[in-house]
Each structure stands twice: as structure tokens, then as C-alpha cells.
């Protein structure tokens, strides 16, 4: 079975932080994404990656970067974390190419006080 | 108007009902994609299809290309049914691997005994 784990299921960071979200996968899977889900506005991709060192900006990257230094982890950087990054965040991967399907991390619920 | 559209946004059932649920988008697409979210945030995928029908246990899954739209059907709906089903489009191929999907809103689905 493929698993997609998130560092850590809930996180409180003041304003100003820098703060870092990991995300493991276990099943060699070259794609990685990154994800916020806020009410009302569902999923929305902030940054993948493609392969190990390439990443590629999501539809809201403002805020954010991103790390691929091993196949198997997608780290997600908020450089200097401020109230409106309060969100879940979710993580997912899948095999490049392929049919396959996504496979999400359980999410980290971020609040930023 | 958003590229993927879901409704009803939110559904109440009796235990043993049919229920759908629709999505309809706007842009081309290689693949469609549902995803159930219980409460605590994790995702799973149900189905990814291109076309036709697919079916497990009581999911039906449905496509119709010409009128970009899909239906999602559950058969004998359970209270453990419960739970925000997304759809979401595979807005095809970027950089020759890494397939973005964009996300409907959800529907909240609530059965009741």
C-alpha cells in the first residue's frame, strides 16, 4: 500500500516564523505535490515537482518554496509564515507516466497566530 | 466561474438511498478524478476515469466527454458514507510527466440512520 506521510498532523507558528512542512512517500513516485485546502475555495496546488531538484509553481506559489533533494521527500518552506497561510495543508504523489492515482498525505492543519 | 463545478454542495440521506453527485467542468481534460475526504482531512482516491463507467462495491463513477460532465452515484448509501466528495481534472500533461488537477469544491454528504 502507498503511503504518503505528513510530518506532523497539526502545527501553531507565530507571524514571522519559518516554518517546515515534510512530506515522505514510500513508493517511488516522481511526482510530488503540495496543497492548501481552505473553505470554499477546495484544493489549491502551491508547487510540484517533477523529479529530484526540479519544481514547478502551482497556482499559488506567493509566500512559499519548495525542496526536492530525495525522490522520496517534498518539503514545503513558508519562509516567514503570516496569518493568511493558515490553512490544511496536504501533500500527494504519483508515478509519472502512468495511470495511476494520487495518493494524498492525512494533511497538517497550520494555524498562525 | 471556476473551471470545475460540483452540486449539490452539500446533501443530507436517509441510510439505503441513491445518491449523486455531479461535476461539471469547463476545460479539456485528460482524466477525471473523485476523491472521498472524511472528517480529519485524509484523501482517498475512489476512481480516475476517461471515459465510461467504472464501478466498486456501490461507487459508480461516470464520464460524459461531449458534455464535460461526471456523476457520482452510491447505491444503498451507509452512514459511514459520510464524508466531502471532490471531484477534480487532470488539466493534462505538464513538462511530459507531472499531471496538475484542478479541484471542485467538494460535497458534503451526510447520511443519516
Known amino acids: 500500500d502507498v503511503k504518503v506521510t505528513q510530518s506532523s498532523r497539526y502545527l501553531v507558528k507565530r507571524t514571522g516564523e519559518k516554518v517546515f512542512l515534510e512530506c515522505v512517500q514510500d513508493?517511488?513516485?516522481?511526482?510530488m505535490f503540495w496543497y492548501r485546502q481552505d473553505p470554499g475555495l477546495g484544493l489549491r496546488l502551491i508547487y510540484f515537482?517533477?523529479?529530484?531538484?526540479?519544481?514547478e509553481k502551482g497556482d499559488i506559489p506567493e509566500g512559499y518554496s519548495v525542496s526536492r533533494e530525495k525522490k522520496e521527500r517534498f518539503s514545503l518552506i513558508l519562509e516567514s509564515a503570516s496569518t493568511n497561510q493558515t490553512s490544511m495543508y496536504l501533500c500527494?504523489?504519483?508515478?509519472?507516466?502512468?495511470?495511476?492515482?494520487?495518493?494524498f498525505g492525512n494533511g497538517t492543519r497550520l494555524t498562525v497566530t | 466561474k471556476n473551471e470545475v463545478e460540483q452540486s449539490p454542495q452539500n446533501l443530507t440521506a436517509q441510510e439505503g438511498e441513491f445518491i449523486t453527485i455531479n461535476c461539471s467542468y469547463s476545460v479539456g481534460i485528460s482524466a477525471l478524478h473523485w476523491l472521498q475526504q472524511h472528517p480529519g482531512g485524509g484523501i482517498v482516491s475512489l476512481f480516475m476515469l476517461s471515459s465510461g463507467k467504472k464501478k466498486h462495491g456501490r461507487l459508480i463513477a461516470t464520464i460524459n466527454i461531449q458534455e464535460k460532465h461526471s456523476s457520482l452515484h452510491i447505491t444503498a448509501s451507509h452512514p459511514r458514507d459520510s464524508a466531502v466528495y471532490i471531484c477534480?481534472?487532470?488539466?493534462?500533461?505538464?513538462?511530459?510527466?507531472?499531471?496538475?488537477?484542478?479541484f471542485g469544491t467538494g460535497t458534503r454528504l451526510q447520511v443519516t440512520l
Open positions: 500527494a504523489s504519483h508515478s509519472a507516466g502512468s495511470t495511476s492515482p494520487l495518493h
Open positions: 515537482s517533477y523529479d529530484v531538484k526540479m519544481k
Open positions: 513508493m517511488d513516485h516522481e511526482n
Open positions: 477534480a481534472v487532470s488539466r493534462g500533461f505538464h513538462t511530459g510527466t507531472a499531471s496538475k488537477l484542478t
